[in-house]
């Protein structure tokens, strides 16, 4: 498995438009939910923000994966927003924020949970695929340049 297979197209959005951080999150799990992976989106969402409290999931070079683990969803799903202007994350560098990357998994898989989170970081460490992302213009677009970046990593599971 990829991580690519996990961000379908219809996870992606561009241009992500909102206001706030809530709204990034909430708009992600939306597009997650219309597919039903989710078993209570309301619960899913409470439970990222909860994880924002702890800590930001704005780690610096206009990125943030904000995530969690959660009994309303049985599945690893993931989504991505493309904000052209960006959104105050409270990142760790103070900068806005322009790919958001959310992961949401079940509880009882921690082991995958963290490979994924790994490999979005690794993947965002390419300051070229960053680039590249931001100026994607649709979801395809954007899908076909992950999952060829992607296509250099080994299988996650």
């Known amino acids: 498995m990829q991580l690519t297979d996990l961000l379908t197209e219809q996870h992606i959005l561009i241009p992500l438009k ?58 690893f799903a993931v989504a991505l927003g493309i904000h052209p202007d960006g959104v105050d994350f409270e990142a760790i560098d103070k900068k806005k924020v322009h790919l958001i990357f959310l992961l949401i998994g079940p509880e009882n898989n921690p082991s995958l949970h963290i490979k994924l989170l790994s490999r979005i970081s690794r993947l965002m460490s390419n300051e070229d695929l960053r680039e590249q992302l931001m100026e994607c213009s649709t979801p395809e677009e954007a899908h076909e340049l992950l999952k060829e970046e992607e296509s250099y990593y080994f299988e996650l599971e």
């Open 18 to 75: 909102c206001k706030t951080r809530d709204e990034c999150i909430k708009a992600l799990i939306e597009a997650i939910d219309k597919e039903g992976l989710i078993a209570d989106a309301n619960k899913a969402y409470e439970a990222i923000l909860e994880r924002e409290k702890l800590m930001t999931t704005g780690v610096g070079n206009g990125i943030a994966i904000p995530h969690c683990k959660h009994s309303s969803c049985p599945n």
